[in-house]
């Protein structure tokens, strides 16, 4: 069976000439998924019945279950869970922003990319996510919550650049103007810091904003919080970072989770600007979210301002990330989690 939500136009277009199908078909199939957001076959009124026997035949049309919603009633911020067709499940955040809706998408079930505090690397990677699991989490989202998405973030559980290939076709479909035809720039891709994806990623010269999760102004401390900086040192992550802005033109975003007592002292700031005032850039400050599984604690308010007011006394662009969803296990991966617990129980 084919994927058919994860072809381009132009591939369905050609699948079509194969079924002996007019071309103007795959144009008609590709807006019910795309833009009008059907959940099968069975919804696309202008197909015939003949063709939609052909297409159950032939394709496999992805649709994800939506199997929780958690509303935080702090600030309307809610948190997906979805069931996938392997009965796998993934989860999916919905943020509302002044500046539109953003939702924040996962990539991979589970992830092995083993950072300490972080909840959906605990139980490894299970399998990357396809194109089509990408893009049906924000059509779901979208149908549920009747609302348009504006950004999407690629921040939730796993790790984009290692699933490079689904990443890059997920963005095309998403970006398409026969879908829903969201601006690139609205589009932020996070990672850890594979170097050598990043610059590919960097040769496309998409108009995407890339997020590289630093956490550490040093190779030891880094070493510490992620596995993949014995992989790559920070002097590696900065060149390749600088390289992505001399490509594309757009700034690189730093996300440095605050933990406290590891990576909040003024010494760390100190070498964090050193690090990066050569860059253009921006610096996302998140106090950690503490997982029950892991004993790190966040940083006191007050080194949280020192930190960042350090930063801005150096002219580097900083802002503290609002703690979207706290009340409704917010952080990568801790609802997924406690699902698969509760269900082993
Ligand atoms: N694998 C990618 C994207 C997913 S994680 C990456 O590493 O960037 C998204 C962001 O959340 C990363 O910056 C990650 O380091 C951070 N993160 C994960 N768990 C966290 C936690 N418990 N508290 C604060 N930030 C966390």
């Not at 696309?44 to 992805?62: D, F, H, P, Q, V």
């Not at 299970?126 to 779901?140: C, F, G, H, K, W």
């Not at 973030?153 to 984009?160: F, H, I, R």
Request: with cysteine.
């Amino acid at each position: 069976m084919i994927d058919i939500k994860s072809m381009t136009l132009e591939e369905l277009r050609e699948d079509m000439n194969v079924l002996g199908e007019k071309s103007f078909r795959a144009k008609q199939l590709y807006e019910w998924m795309h833009k009008k957001l059907a959940e099968s076959f069975d919804e696309m009124t202008n197909i015939s019945g003949a063709l939609k026997e052909k297409c159950a035949g032939r394709y496999e049309y992805t649709n994800l279950k939506c199997i929780r919603v958690q509303e935080s009633s702090i600030d309307g911020t809610k948190k997906f869970l979805f069931e996938l067709a392997d009965g796998n499940v993934v989860e999916s955040v919905w943020m509302q922003y002044k500046h539109g809706n953003s939702v924040c998408i996962s990539s991979q079930v589970g992830c092995r990319m083993g950072c300490a505090f972080c909840a959906s690397t605990l139980d490894g990677l299970v399998r990357n996510l396809t194109p089509s699991e990408m893009l049906d989490q924000i059509y779901a989202i979208t149908r549920l919550t009747k609302e348009r998405v504006s950004n999407v973030v690629v921040m939730g559980t796993g790790e984009p650049l290692d699933n490079y290939e689904n990443l890059l076709r997920f963005i095309r479909l998403l970006t398409d103007e026969e879908g829903l035809h969201i601006s690139q720039r609205n589009i932020t891709v996070s990672t850890c810091g594979i170097v050598p994806k990043m610059r590919r990623l960097a040769d496309q010269k998409l108009q995407i904003t890339l997020a590289l999760s630093l956490h550490a102004s040093s190779d030891d401390k880094r070493k510490e919080l992620m596995p993949i900086a014995n992989k790559y040192s920070i002097q590696e992550l900065m060149e390749a970072c600088s390289y992505y802005f001399d490509q594309t033109g757009r700034r690189i975003t730093f996300e440095y989770s605050l933990v406290g007592g590891v990576n909040d002292s003024d010494e760390d700031a100190g070498r964090l600007i050193r690090l990066i005032r050569p860059l253009n850039c921006h610096v996302n400050l998140i106090p950690v979210n503490p997982i029950k599984e892991r004993d790190f604690v966040q940083s006191d308010t007050d080194s949280i301002t020192a930190f960042k007011n350090k930063l801005e006394k150096n002219q580097i662009n900083v802002t503290i990330r609002r703690e979207m969803g706290r009340d409704i296990d917010g952080a990568c991966g801790q609802l997924r989690r406690r699902h698969i617990e509760q269900s082993l129980q």
